[in-house]
């Protein structure tokens, strides 16, 4: 367990117990309710009990409604439309769900994925050539091509229309598309109030869009609208694995998503439902993020990610399932490569001193490694040693492809614009981006990110923050709280589960290291009258420190417990104060 600074948000306990009266929660809750900037009744109501009709009109994201006459037209006439995707999750439902509104309004719709190793991200012109000389008419893009001039020109000068659909950031030049559909994009008279929006929630406002414009009087079609219903499930997987702020209308999505993944139709989903043996449960933001997106990611990491889009469209239940077992093989594959390449990486950042305290980033690049894993091997060191990581898999002759996440304050996009002249191709967020190298320019581009990183991040140490909500009682500690706690969420970047501190606890038996390997402890602490359980994973360290009358401070999630039919309340330890 790594020890963090706690960020304690400020409390009113007076407020606090006023709003609760109002909204008829606890005071806990009213307080991590306020420090989330929800101070007013009806606001907080309206958190706790999101509605689809909170959803942003789709006409308000810029260049929407063009874009969407256009695609709507493309399905009156019957042109042939082809969808082009990426390989990740986001990219993986956006192109689902785009393909399954336009089959239903009748349009004559195929889709394009590139492949992660051999194509790279985003457009590439051998693509849209071949997709010209194969009779599209109309290409769509879903999360990405707001990059993409080159590529889109190819297009123009072939008589294909080009849509784009995407959240990217993008570059001085913007292609020459017949609309680009993007939430940020500062079109005179638009202001979209919600800037997040991954590229699966674009794409789910561009089929309503399109709905709209295939509607009567701009109504959606009744089979449309129940459609959208049911897509919001993929929206919500997208919006989770992509890692975009869980607020607004992006919680409204994934909230409603998730309940609908439960009793979804789509023959695809239940299929990777089942694979990830989670048939029958409510699944939550935990179940997608650790279960079943990395089993879509899988398959665009370790194969061809049009797999998953052919599980999830026009996969029947037998095949739909027999794509599922293979995602399940390429997974265990991807975390054995993945476990090889985090060993060779952490050897090499240690001796080659990034991990020291001084220094400000990781940068390492290695022939062999696999192109599609690196992206969470670099998730992987940042959470172990807090600082900005980029990874390079070189080929034979040196060309390099890479992947970056980030620390809070490092804006990943914009360091690579500034080491841009060492790079041929970069581009991505705040806290995740890729970048493609030539031969012999690696050296270069590690001493300009790291001198970059040095400048940007100053001289105070690299230490990650815990955001704590809120200080709590133990004897406030309760079923009822869980439960009025677990309202809040869906949970994720944005919308964390609330931290709780428990401050001047008292240990009264030794802890117990329990696990498989022995690596946790199992803690029971009292404050005054109350006593509870509390579990602490990867604590084993301090086990010499926690002896039975210790005093304590916890950082804690609290959670209901349920075994042999009884049901309690016990603490999952972030922290621990000695």
């Not at 409204?252 to 993944?261: D, I, K, T």
């Not at 469209?313 to 599922?324: L, V």
Request: one cysteine or more.
């Amino acid at each position: 367990m790594k020890s963090r600074l706690w960020d304690i948000l400020p409390g009113d306990e007076s407020a606090a117990s006023e709003l609760a009266r109002q909204i008829n929660t606890s005071s806990l809750t009213a307080q991590v309710l306020m420090n989330r900037g929800l101070v007013a009744a009806d606001a907080c109501k309206s958190f706790l009990n999101p509605q689809l009709k909170d959803l942003i009109d789709p006409a308000l994201i810029p260049g929407l409604t063009v874009g969407a006459e256009r695609i709507a037209r493309a399905v009156r006439d019957k042109e042939k439309i082809v969808i082009y995707g990426d390989y990740d999750v986001d990219g993986i439902t956006a192109t689902t769900i785009l393909w399954h509104a336009l089959r239903l309004l009748g349009g004559d719709v195929h889709y394009y994925i590139p492949h992660r190793v051999d194509e790279g991200y985003g457009l590439n012109t051998e693509s849209i050539i071949q997709l010209a000389s194969e009779g599209a008419k109309l290409i769509i893009t879903v999360d990405c091509g707001v990059t993409a001039v080159e590529p889109v020109k190819a297009a123009r000068e072939r008589g294909v229309d080009v849509v784009i659909s995407d959240h990217h950031d993008w570059k001085d030049e913007l292609p020459d598309a017949t609309a680009i559909v993007h939430p940020r994009l500062p079109l005179p008279g638009f202001s979209y109030a919600n800037p997040h929006l991954c590229g699966a929630g674009v794409a789910f406002k561009l089929a309503w869009g399109v709905g709209q414009a295939m509607g009567v009087g701009g109504r959606v079609p009744e089979a449309m609208k129940w459609f959208l219903v049911d897509a919001t499930a993929l929206a919500a997987l997208g919006t989770i694995a992509d890692v975009v702020p869980l607020i607004g209308e992006n919680r409204v999505l994934a909230r409603f998503g998730l309940g609908g993944l439960k009793q979804t139709k789509l023959e695809g989903l239940r299929a990777l439902i089942a694979g990830a043996q989670l048939d029958g449960q409510t699944i939550d933001s935990f179940h997608v993020g650790f279960l079943l997106a990395p089993r879509l990611n899988a398959c665009g990491r370790m194969g061809h990610a049009k797999l998953a889009v052919e599980m999830l469209t026009d996969a029947n239940a037998a095949r739909a399932a027999e794509i599922a077992t293979y995602l399940e093989t390429q997974n265990r594959q991807r975390q054995a490569v993945e476990r090889g390449i985090v060993e060779e990486a952490v050897a090499m950042a240690i001796e080659l001193g990034d991990t020291a305290e001084d220094s400000r980033a990781i940068v390492l690049a290695k022939k062999g490694w696999h192109q599609g894993v690196i992206g969470i091997v670099a998730s992987r060191l940042v959470d172990r040693f807090h600082k900005p990581t980029v990874l390079i898999a070189l080929d034979e002759d040196g060309t390099g492809h890479g992947s970056a996440r980030s620390v809070a304050g490092f804006h990943l996009a914009k360091a690579f614009t500034a080491c841009g002249q060492h790079l041929t191709r970069h581009g991505g967020h705040e806290m995740a981006a890729g970048l493609a190298i030539a031969p012999g320019k690696f050296d270069d581009f590690r001493a300009a990110f790291i001198a970059h990183a040095t400048a940007t991040l100053g001289s105070n140490p690299l230490v990650p923050t815990l955001r704590v909500d809120v200080i709590a009682r133990l004897d406030q500690v309760s079923e009822a709280l869980c439960k009025e706690m677990d309202r809040l969420g869906p949970f994720g970047n944005g919308n964390p589960r609330p931290m709780l501190a428990c401050e001047d606890l008292t240990l009264t038996a030794a802890p117990r290291r329990v696990g498989k390997n022995g690596d946790h402890l199992q803690l029971h602490v009292r404050q005054g009258e109350r006593f509870m359980k509390a579990i602490a994973f990867n604590a084993a360290a301090l086990l010499d420190k926690l002896q039975p009358g210790t005093s304590i401070s916890l950082a804690v999630l609290p959670q209901i417990n349920e075994f042999n039919g009884r049901i309690s309340v016990e603490l999952e330890v972030k922290d621990i104060r000695v």
